[in-house]
């Protein structure tokens, strides 16, 4: 064999585009990996993809109408970067309004009229559904509705004289001292009570505490950064209290090291909305505080009053718990 003949380059590397010489090959340390914020980032699009192929998948298996303009609107709620739980809601909304059209017999959205609106919200309220979330359903069909409205698929006139559905007025309810004082003393659990501490001492939201990594809680200084709140997207550090940060002490003496979360469940390496709540009712069944209406939101309520009571200015509030739209004591929504 003669060597001079012999090429020491490998395969030329291909460009998809003619006249462009492809780029240097770059060298990629063994030792490098993606970052936590990266993969998350990756799970959160997959799991965005996840819920709208199967909200697609339900329309065709079903034999609803409208599943092409149902899979724009998706993929433009994914284009503006809308949380998972965004796109979930809106895609139960489309899908229950659809049924809703299809049992009426209805089989084109070009058809709607404000009374196909109308006769579904009396299905949805003799399914038993809370005025609250009925509102909550009506917005996103509006939504929806919107954006047919912009396609061309529908007359602007059914956007005119929207329906709205009377809501209470009542303040949101926070938990009395004394309950709050009875609840704490039925709570045995080292990691049951540490999260309940935490939410009633920083206003946290329960989503934003169970994505709390072990890494953005400082014992020492006795606080947690947020990278990103769940309502308005902007990080923010909270502060917690003597008793908050003792009750994590005792709970880092038992949480494993294996997840990277400051919560985990057993067998998991995060802890689940759902585990918490049915945690937390059960607590309050405990305490003889089940029909007094409190739920974990409540905790949220509890801080924002009792910060305000304090003395705590609005706009100071309004940072701190990470709420785009408090303006009063009587609009502290979370």
């Known amino acids: 064999m003669n060597p001079e003949h012999v090429s ?28 936590a914020f990266v993969l998350e980032e990756s799970q959160e699009r997959s799991g965005k993809q996840k819920i709208i192929d199967r909200a697609l998948a339900k329309i065709t298996e079903r034999g609803l109408c409208g599943r092409e303009p149902v899979s724009a609107y998706l993929a433009e709620l994914y284009r503006r970067n809308c949380r998972p739980n965004t796109l979930r809601t809106h895609a139960v909304t489309i899908t229950s309004f659809l049924l809703y059209l299809k049992g009426c017999g209805e089989d084109r959205l070009e058809g709607i009229s404000r009374e196909d609106l109308g006769g579904f919200v009396e299905h949805e309220q003799d399914r038993g559904l809370k005025p609250n979330s009925i509102s909550v359903r009506l917005r996103g069909l509006y939504s929806f509705l919107k954006f047919l409205v912009h396609r061309g698929d529908l007359s602007a006139e059914i956007l005119t004289r929207k329906l709205r559905i009377k809501l209470s007025q009542s303040l949101p309810g926070a938990i009395e001292p004394q309950a709050v004082r009875k609840m704490l003393g039925v709570i045995d659990y080292p990691r049951d009570r540490a999260i309940v501490l935490v939410l009633l001492r920083t206003g946290m939201r329960i989503g934003e505490l169970l994505d709390t990594r072990r890494q953005d809680v400082d014992l020492n200084e006795q606080k947690i950064e947020i990278m990103e709140a769940q309502k308005t997207r902007v990080g923010r550090v909270v502060c917690f209290s003597e008793d908050a940060c003792e009750a994590l002490r ?15 469940g057993i067998g998991r390496p995060r802890l689940s909305y759902e585990a918490v709540r049915g945690r937390f009712e059960r607590y309050l069944s405990q305490a003889e505080l089940a029909d007094n209406g409190y739920s974990l939101h409540s905790l949220w ?34």
Request: hydrophobic fraction near 30%; charged fraction near 15%; charge should be positive.
């Open 301 to 334: 309520h509890t801080c924002a009053t009792e910060l305000h009571k304090a003395g705590m200015r609005i706009e100071c509030l309004q940072h701190l718990l990470g709420s785009a739209n408090l303006r009063s004591p009587g609009s502290m929504r979370g």
């Open 8 to 35: 020491v380059e490998g395969p030329r590397a291909q460009t998809p585009f003619p006249g462009i010489p492809p780029s240097p090959r770059s060298v990629v340390s063994p030792f490098w990996s993606p970052s």
């Open 250 to 264: 005792q709970w880092l003496v038992y949480r494993s090291e294996k997840s990277a979360y400051l919560f985990h």
